[in-house]
């Protein structure tokens, strides 16, 4: 069941008014990763699916469920780090009482991989007292860190386990679509249990639009593809619906200590403490963080500014403008005469939520079964 909400569906809607239709990326290599894992999945002892923490439905390959939801599988929740960790407990809970194994990891941390390799030894543990050799496919989307957590399940095992065979590294890239081959990794002897990384696939038809830019905003579907323009504007639609701006006022308050006298403007106090921290350290972490606090400011004041009615859809269109205006100046990019696009600036608020720089979000709805 797909997670559809007001939120999430009235920003999709605004997204498609921003121009474009139906998403989809199915490229040829894709159909032919898709018939492969098919065939290889015959053979598989376990399943990890990967999935990315911040959709839990919506980066799940709906056509390959059927067969999955058939062999043992273990879902795998990465990017944990960039998800609402009170959120993610009640999504864990949810796939519990679906009788389905799940784990919340973050690729790049030994301490998830270590607890994940524990499950899959646990649901293995049979296999392993019978067969010589064993067979674990990890499969899903693209970019939700396959090659990453394969990378990270081959440094542990050859420290535990004597394997002798020359070390591979799985290639991590933050495009979708890197994985192009099935590529196998040896990770103990006796028994020998492989790993296979997989092309990360969708499905040819993404079956509604808030489902595509889901996954475009988390980076499974090349930006190209939907154009990041529209998928800034889908983010900012979320971010205003959800009233996320000004949550941050709070927190940006705590963060600054900012002294609230009356009649004082607080993106005027804000500019100054930035100007001043810029003078006393000019590290790139600072500036980031600087960076981060500014635009958080600008899409806070922008909300606040606002006399329209935002649930009317072209005036929350217009905030949304006027935000993306606004965070020009934010990012220093030089307004062009005759150029209203927002490609460059929609690039750089896209960074920023993707590397979880904006707060960690979950974009998937709970199925109502487990409210
Ligand atoms: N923040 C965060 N980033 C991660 C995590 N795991 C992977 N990444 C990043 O996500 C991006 C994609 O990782 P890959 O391992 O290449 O993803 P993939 O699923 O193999 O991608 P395809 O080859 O397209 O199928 C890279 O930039 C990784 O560094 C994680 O747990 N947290």
Same mark, same amino acid.
């Given at each position: 069941m797909r997670g559809l909400t007001r939120a999430g569906k009235r920003a999709s809607?605004?997204?498609? &008014?921003?121009?474009?239709?139906a998403i &989809?990326?199915? =490229?040829? #290599?894709?159909?032919?990763?898709?018939?492969?894992?098919? !065939?290889?999945?015959?053979?598989?002892?376990?399943?990890?699916? @990967?999935? !990315?923490?911040r959709i839990p439905l919506s980066s799940a390959n709906e056509d390959l469920q059927p067969v999955l939801s058939a062999k043992k599988r273990i879902l795998a929740l990465n990017k944990k780090d960039l998800a609402n960790p009170n959120i993610m407990n009640m999504w864990l809970d949810h796939f519990q009482s679906c009788k389905q194994d799940c784990i919340s990891i973050n690729a790049h941390s030994s301490n998830s991989i270590n607890q994940l390799l524990g499950l899959v030894e646990l649901k293995l543990r049979e296999a392993i007292l019978k067969e010589p050799t064993l067979l674990v496919m990890v499969v899903g989307v693209p970019n939700v860190g396959k090659s990453a957590l394969i990378n990270a399940i081959h440094r542990i095992a050859i420290s535990r386990f004597p394997v002798n065979d020359k070390i591979k590294r799985a290639t991590v890239g933050p495009l979708p679509g890197v994985t192009q081959d099935i590529a196998g990794y040896k990770i103990s002897s006796q028994p020998s249990i492989y790993v296979l990384d997989t092309p990360g696939v969708l499905v040819p038809s993404i079956p509604d639009m808030e489902t595509g830019l889901k996954l475009a905003?988390?980076?499974? @579907?090349? !930006?190209?593809?939907?154009?990041?323009?529209?998928?800034?504007?889908?983010?900012?639609?979320l971010l205003n619906i959800r009233k996320t701006p000004l #949550?941050?006022?709070?927190l940006l308050h705590r963060r600054e200590g900012f002294d609230e006298e009356p009649g004082n403007r607080f993106v005027k106090g804000s500019r100054d403490s930035l100007r001043r921290r810029n003078r006393l350290n000019n590290s790139d972490a600072v500036y980031v963080q600087d960076l981060v606090m500014e635009v958080q400011r600008t899409l806070c004041s922008t909300t606040m500014e606002f006399t329209? &009615?935002?649930?009317?859809d072209n005036e929350l269109e217009s905030l949304i403008d006027a935000q993306l205006v606004a965070l020009r100046k934010?990012?220093?990019? =030089? #307004?062009? =005469?005759? !150029?209203?696009? #927002?490609g460059p600036v929609s690039k750089k608020l896209l960074t920023l939520f993707r590397s979880g720089k904006l707060g960690p979000f979950i974009l998937d709805d709970l199925p109502e079964i487990a409210m």
């Amino acid at each position: 069941m797909r997670g559809l909400t007001r939120a999430g569906k009235r920003a999709s809607e605004m997204a498609l &008014n921003a121009g474009g239709g139906a998403i &989809n990326w199915f =490229p040829g #290599h894709m159909a032919a990763a898709s018939r492969a894992i098919r !065939d290889r999945l015959k053979l598989a002892d376990l399943v990890i699916e @990967v999935r !990315d923490s911040r959709i839990p439905l919506s980066s799940a390959n709906e056509d390959l469920q059927p067969v999955l939801s058939a062999k043992k599988r273990i879902l795998a929740l990465n990017k944990k780090d960039l998800a609402n960790p009170n959120i993610m407990n009640m999504w864990l809970d949810h796939f519990q009482s679906c009788k389905q194994d799940c784990i919340s990891i973050n690729a790049h941390s030994s301490n998830s991989i270590n607890q994940l390799l524990g499950l899959v030894e646990l649901k293995l543990r049979e296999a392993i007292l019978k067969e010589p050799t064993l067979l674990v496919m990890v499969v899903g989307v693209p970019n939700v860190g396959k090659s990453a957590l394969i990378n990270a399940i081959h440094r542990i095992a050859i420290s535990r386990f004597p394997v002798n065979d020359k070390i591979k590294r799985a290639t991590v890239g933050p495009l979708p679509g890197v994985t192009q081959d099935i590529a196998g990794y040896k990770i103990s002897s006796q028994p020998s249990i492989y790993v296979l990384d997989t092309p990360g696939v969708l499905v040819p038809s993404i079956p509604d639009m808030e489902t595509g830019l889901k996954l475009a905003l988390t980076g499974a @579907v090349k !930006d190209s593809v939907v154009g990041e323009e529209r998928i800034a504007k889908y983010l900012l639609s979320l971010l205003n619906i959800r009233k996320t701006p000004l #949550h941050w006022e709070r927190l940006l308050h705590r963060r600054e200590g900012f002294d609230e006298e009356p009649g004082n403007r607080f993106v005027k106090g804000s500019r100054d403490s930035l100007r001043r921290r810029n003078r006393l350290n000019n590290s790139d972490a600072v500036y980031v963080q600087d960076l981060v606090m500014e635009v958080q400011r600008t899409l806070c004041s922008t909300t606040m500014e606002f006399t329209g &009615n935002l649930d009317e859809d072209n005036e929350l269109e217009s905030l949304i403008d006027a935000q993306l205006v606004a965070l020009r100046k934010v990012f220093r990019i =030089p #307004h062009k =005469p005759l !150029d209203d696009s #927002h490609g460059p600036v929609s690039k750089k608020l896209l960074t920023l939520f993707r590397s979880g720089k904006l707060g960690p979000f979950i974009l998937d709805d709970l199925p109502e079964i487990a409210m």
